[in-house]
């Protein structure tokens, strides 16, 4: 994130690794989130946490762009979005309910 401050602000963009059937990863990543805020904040970057495909064979569960949006909700900062990735969200739920559940936090749309 260092490296890229030149480019800020802008959305610096990262998976949702809160998909896992394993509540440690998710435990890790809303702590890895939580310390990257801080830096963001600092560098004037916009965390933008993707919305990602359905891979059952990952040991995978669906995190739709609900639950998505809800957790960058749930850290109450401008300084995390969400970012709507239109190949992602459109395989395993319907495109516009994607933007629809994202209403107020999206940073970026690729």
Known sequence: MKAAAVYAPCPYVIHYLSRYNDPRRREAFRRSV???LALAVALK???AVETV???PDKDERYA???EV???V???HSDNV???IDLNHANINEDL???IRNSTGVIAWVH
């Open 64 to 66: 739709g762009s609900g």
């Open 45 to 47: 970057f916009t965390i």
């Open 53 to 55: 495909p359905y891979k």
């Open 34 to 36: 939580a310390e990257m």
């Open 81 to 83: 979005r969400a970012c």
């Open 96 to 98: 516009l309910e994607g």
């Open 69 to 71: 949006a809800e957790f």
């Open 73 to 75: 909700r749930s850290f």
